[in-house]
Structures are given as structure tokens and as C-alpha cells.
């Protein structure tokens, strides 16, 4: 399911020309628009390398140990794969697996919970939680303007050496917003560049049958919340986007995240309980609680999945690798 996109090749020249190349700007073509409002933060290659620098600095941290990049690997889709849930200074240890970095231009809302509504924004959160970096903002900036070589990129790409809040958060964003993700075989078999093999072909009809309507394509998300019916963690005691809005519907419902690059992103779910991907779709197919109340009504209905179907959905599941993003030495810490 494609939503065309309307004039976003006059956004991205107008205001944008360092976000993305032209060949990630011909595989978004038929992509719906971004969220993210460039025009406020235009993207530069100053302001994406700064954003890159500090994305990957430790000293940002209260005791120089954990950088963004600790919890955000780029080979594992921008995500941790050594534990279930994210480790931060000292080993301490977050209630939920680190989300991917990934296509973050078109999310209108971050964290599984959707607790923060503007990338801009989104890096306070791990810079000052506890159980992340623990540092506070006021630190980060007197480190930063303490610092002869961050004066001089600030002022290259903000017309200023003395960083803000906003320039700090901004330069963030110049760089997380250009982890765009677009070129999987999937996007290649869309643009009729490749041919699936039968058994990719059969996954992906099993996909529109029974998972496109929470995953849409092509962003394979939807920017909505919802309760796939897993049993709460008794050591975590994790209530979801309850815990954001106390509404009562909205317990045990977590943020529909992207399926791209998936076959990297490991573990799985909110609370990394999962390993193997198979292990997901098993769960999908023969474990799932169909009179769990909480459970979203789109879940309800039997998948009835063979475990040759298992196997074919998984193969469709692979072909939303995106290589060229992962391997891709822009992304990587800086030289």
C-alpha cells in the first residue's frame, strides 16, 4: 500500500538539499510526505556532521562511558543486540528494548510510549534519564562550549560558536533525520528492478493478508499505538502509553514500530523477549490470546499460519533489508 506523495520533491530542494541524494530521493518518490519540518531545521552537511560527532561522543554522558551510538548500533538497524532491554552508565539497566533509528523524518511521535512528540526534542530523554547517559543538559553544553573544536562546527553550522538547547537538539536531529532507509529488496522489487522468488512472493501475500494493516507500507509502521496482546512482564510491570496518558484504554499498548531491517533488529518487542524473528511470527500465529481484553481489534482474527507460511512470511520479512543503509560509512562513527 503506497500513499502518494505530493510536491515532497519541491520540499527536499527547497529546503533540504543536504538531507538525502538524489538516489534516495528517487526511491522515496512514491513515499508519503515527511512529517519533520525541514524548513525549520534545514539539513547541512555542517550540521549533519556535528549531529553525527555528538551522536557518537561519550563524553556526553555523566561519566564519559555510554554514547548514543552504545544503545543504537548502525549494523543492527540503529538498535542494541546484546540484551533485552537497553543498558545505560554504570550497567544499569532500562524497562524497554532500544527502539530503531530509522526513517525517524516520517514518526510524529518517539519512544515506545510516544511520551516525546518532536525529534527535536527526543535526545533530551536519554541524555538526562537515569538509567541512559544521566547527565542534564545544562552539562552537555557547558562541555560542548568548553570545547575549541564543537565552537568552531557550531558556528559552521549554526552562524554561532556558543551552542543552545536549540542548536544542540537540532544538530541531533540534522543527523537522525538522514538515516533514511529505502533501499531493501523489497523497494527494488517495487521499482522493478528485481523479481521475488515464490516463496518471497507467498510471504508477502501473507503480509497483506494479515499484517499490512498496523505495518503499512512503505514505511512499514503507522504512527499509531496498540496492544498485541503479550503478557506483562511481572519484573518490568510495563503499562505502555498508559503511562503517558493514564487513559484506561490505553494500557499495554506500545508504539507500532517499522518492520525495516528487521531481520537485524533483534530482540523483539518493547521488552526484547523475543530472539528469533521465527519466534515473533510463531507468536503471531499460535500463541496469541485472541480474548485478551486488551488486545487491538485488528489481532482478533485467527492467522492460521502453516509452518510452511511461517517460513514464507519470514523470507518476505528478510527482503526488508536495507544493506546500503547498514553498511552505509556516512552513518558509521566519524573519522
Not at 527547497?14 to 541524494?21: L, T
Not at 554514547?67 to 524497554?96: M, P, W
Not at 516520517?106 to 537515569?130: K, M, R, T, Y
Not at 494493516?213 to 496482546?229: K, Q, R, V, Y
Request: glycine content about 6%.
Amino acid at each position: 500500500m503506497l500513499i502518494a506523495l505530493v510536491g515532497i520533491s519541491a520540499i527536499l530542494v527547497s529546503f533540504n538539499e543536504g538531507w538525502i541524494d538524489d538516489d534516495q530521493r528517487s526511491q522515496i518518490a512514491d513515499w508519503p510526505e515527511p512529517i519533520y519540518d525541514f524548513e525549520k531545521n534545514p539539513i547541512t552537511e555542517e550540521g549533519f556532521q556535528l549531529g553525527r560527532k555528538l551522536f557518537y561522543d561519550p563524553e556526553l554522558s555523566r561519566d564519559n562511558t555510554i554514547s548514543c551510538a552504545n544503545c543504537h548500533l548502525q549494523y543492527t538497524g540503529f538498535t542494541h543486540v546484546d540484551h533485552a532491554v537497553s543498558h545505560g552508565i554504570e550497567g544499569r539497566k532500562g524497562t524497554r528494548n532500544s527502539p530503531v533509528l530509522i526513517n525517524l523524518a516520517w514518526n510524529s511521535s518517539f519512544h515506545w510510549d510516544g511520551g516525546v512528540n518532536h525529534l527535536d526534542v527526543q535526545a533530551l530523554n536519554p541524555i538526562e534519564h537515569f538509567a541512559e547517559m544521566d547527565n542534564t543538559l545544562k552539562n552537555v553544553l557547558d562541555y560542548v562550549n568548553s570545547s575549541k573544536q564543537y565552537r568552531g562546527e557550531f558556528f559552521n553550522a549554526f552562524g554561532d560558536s556558543v551552542a543552545s538547547s536549540k542548536t544542540l537538539l537540532q544538530a541531533f536531529s540534522q543527523f537522525t533525520t538522514s538515516l533514511v532507509s529505502s533501499n531493501s529488496k523489497y523497494d527494488q522489487f517495487t521499482r522493478g528492478e528485481v523479481e521475488f522468488t515464490a516463496q518471497e512472493k507467498n510471504g508477502l501475500k501473507l503480509f497483506d493478508q494479515h499484517c499490512n494493516s498496523c505495518h503499512i507500507a512503505p514505511l512499514f509502521n503507522s504512527n499509531d499505538f496498540a496492544s498485541n496482546g503479550l503478557s506483562i512482564d511481572p519484573t518490568l510491570n510495563d503499562l505502555g502509553r498508559y503511562g503517558i496518558t493514564k487513559v484506561g484504554t490505553d494500557s499495554l499498548k506500545f508504539r507500532i514500530p517499522t518492520l525495516r531491517n528487521i531481520e537485524h533488529t533483534y530482540p523483539y518487542m518493547h521488552d526484547g523477549r523475543y530472539r528469533k524473528l521465527r519466534e515473533v511470527v510463531k507468536y503471531y500465529a499460535d500463541e496469541l490470546d485472541q480474548i485478551n481484553p486488551y488486545l487491538s481489534e485488528k489481532l482478533k482474527a485467527d492467522m492460521h499460519l502453516t509452518e510452511t507460511d511461517q517460513k514464507d512470511l519470514i523470507a518476505f520479512l528478510c527482503t526488508l533489508t536495507d544493506r546500503t543503509f547498514l553498511y552505509n560509512r556516512r552513518f558509521g562513527f566519524p573519522n
